[in-house]
């Protein structure tokens, strides 16, 4: 028994060490495979926690700032660059049409009955626009030039209308002279009506009846060669008032309303080229060598405000008034924000303009012609701009109806007849535009004149044009391109962020289930190596040695 007693003793001697070692190196390698596991969640926690980081800034601030500068590069008059070149000269033309109304009775309107009006048209232009006599002043920053616009018709977008077509509207001349007149020197009305006899061959008439070419373009034969003193006296001041007149001889002249435009510069302006501050590209300083006008009832409304309509500013404030002057009205108009929609499949901004209400708005009734002499909604009288003339959208869309109710034919529609421009939403850029305005003439009673004697007061109107450009897809093509390349990050960002949301919730759930879980190592009964161990163990506390290896002789030795 003794002797089995040492053999037994000596095996485990021998064998207790290598247990033990293995023991031990089995230890290790499960510790360091939990320590793995345990890592693996904050592995994936910075880096989506990094993901989501560079994405966020990447997509919502770098990204868009980077557009941004891009556009703030591009968007001056600096010489060579695209801008520039179309702004000095459109590449295409703009769509002009122009809608007269036909006036059916007008001797019954002598008489003072209702005018009934029937629209004709459109006849359908291209206009060229461009801009000559161009200076610039380096040091300022500004660029002054003349603006040049040259109509030609286009018969066969006119729908077959050939121009020669006769209609009859009232006098542009005569009813200037005689509005005029009576308004502003009444004592002179029957010097003028002598005039109005000598010139016009005693006119029977307020109303003129010729072709649309000859109206617009072609120009009615004024003579002026007449020897009596009202004759000559209104002849002189017709030559340096009257823009519209054309010299044929001596003496002889024709008047139309758009011949004497065709293809003349005789705008001046004085403009911001934008290349030291792109928010100053092509705001209006000058207009015709004024810095403000003066014929307004306020210094805020003679004031020049935004440019001067062929170019916006860049990235402007999200739906704030879009202001710009128009110069044919003396004034500037503010395009009001009014929804977004597309155009060519991209999201813009849709703005629309009129011409306030000088009966109630009190910031309109600077416009009015006198203190106690106001419009009422929806029109402007330009008699201190351009003669007796007042403009409205047409067929008096948005306008009181009282206008619309003195005279017969008139159908406003938003669609057809309303004014508005399309910018796109990010850049700011016009993509699309509808200029539209209507020219009418107030009819006034005149004791003096046998033909207005009796005529109804009224707002009767001549004609209304539609002023429009789209820009073609060659033209959108790279705005089409910025749009898209916005929407890819947009959607690659959120995608992102989407993802790495994800990833953190899940790092966080497992270190969560991971923080509650208790492992318990299982001993099953009878076990032979861990009855071993034990007694290896206990025979050591009976003062046997145990010979199993140390940490540092397993790493030594491994």
């Not at 005039?195 to 029977?204: D, K, T």
């Not at 002189?236 to 008032?241: A, G, I, P, R």
């Not at 879980?517 to 506390?541: F, H, Q, R, Y």
Request: glycine share 6%; with cysteine.
């Amino acid at each position: 028994m003794v002797k089995e007693s040492k053999i037994r003793n000596l095996i485990f001697c021998v064998c207790c060490p290598k247990l033990s070692f293995i023991l031990k190196l089995y230890q290790r390698y499960q510790a360091r495979k939990e320590n793995i596991k345990m890592h693996r969640p904050l592995k994936i926690g910075v880096g989506c926690g990094i993901m989501l980081t560079c994405m966020t800034i990447f997509g919502f601030v770098a990204f868009p700032n980077l557009i941004k500068a891009k556009i703030k590069a591009m968007v001056n008059l600096k010489e060579g660059t695209d801008v520039r070149d179309i702004y000095l000269k459109l590449p295409f033309p703009l769509m002009f049409k122009i809608y007269p109304f036909n006036l059916t009775n007008p001797d019954e309107v002598v008489k003072g009955a209702k005018p009934i009006l029937k629209e004709v048209g459109p006849y359908v232009f291209e206009e060229w626009r461009e801009k000559v006599l161009i200076a610039e002043n380096e040091i300022d920053d500004t660029m002054t030039f003349y603006a040049k616009e040259t109509f030609i018709y286009r018969q066969d977008l006119s729908g077959g209308l050939t121009g020669n077509e006769i209609i009859t509207i009232p006098h542009p001349l005569i009813m200037a002279i005689a509005l005029t007149v009576i308004r502003e020197k009444p004592a002179m009305i029957s010097l003028v009506t002598k005039a109005l006899n000598s010139i016009f061959s005693q006119p029977q008439t307020p109303f003129l009846t010729a072709t649309v070419n000859q109206i617009f373009f072609d120009g009615i034969i004024i003579n002026c060669t007449v020897t009596d003193f009202p004759g000559k006296a209104l002849c002189t001041e017709l030559k340096t008032e009257a823009k519209q007149l054309q010299v044929v001889a001596d003496k002889i002249y024709k008047f139309s309303l758009m011949g004497a435009k065709n293809g003349s510069a005789t705008e001046k302006f004085k403009v911001k080229r934008g290349i030291q501050n792109y928010k100053e590209t092509g705001r209006l300083l000058e207009y015709n060598d004024q810095a403000e006008l003066t014929i307004w009832g306020s210094k805020e409304c003679n004031q020049f405000r935004g440019t001067e309509g062929t170019i916006f500013p860049a990235l402007p404030i999200p739906k704030a008034d879009i202001p710009s002057f128009a110069y044919p009205l003396c004034r500037v108009v503010d395009a009001k924000y009014d929804s977004k929609t597309k155009y060519d499949g991209i999201p813009v901004n849709k703005y629309v303009a009129d011409f306030g209400d000088q009966s109630s708005n009190p910031d309109d009734k600077c416009y009015c012609p006198s203190q106690d002499e106001c419009m009422k909604k929806g029109a402007l009288d330009l008699r201190k701009c351009a003669g007796p003339i007042v403009v409205t959208l047409p067929h008096f869309l948005d306008a009181d109806p009282e206008y619309q109710n003195g005279v017969t034919g008139m159908n406003p529609d938003k669609d057809i007849h309303q004014l508005h421009i399309l910018f796109e939403a990010n850049s700011g850029s016009p993509l699309s535009a509808r200029n539209r305005i209507q020219f009418n003439f107030p009819l006034m009673k005149i004791d003096k004149l046998k033909f207005l004697k009796d005529v109804p007061e009224v707002l009767v109107p001549l004609f209304w044009v539609e002023e429009s450009i789209d820009l073609q897809r060659d033209l959108t093509g790279p705005i089409k391109m910025l749009y898209t390349a916005k929407t890819v990050v947009k959607i690659l960002t959120w995608l992102s962020i989407v993802a790495s949301i994800g990833g953190l919730s899940y790092a966080g759930y497992i270190t969560i289930k991971k923080g509650h879980e208790v492992e318990i190592t299982p001993v099953k009964a009878g076990s032979t190596k861990n009855d071993n161990i034990s007694m290896v163990l206990s025979n050591n506390d009976k003062g046997h040695v145990n010979h199993a290896m140390s940490d540092n002789e397993i790493n030594n030795r491994f």
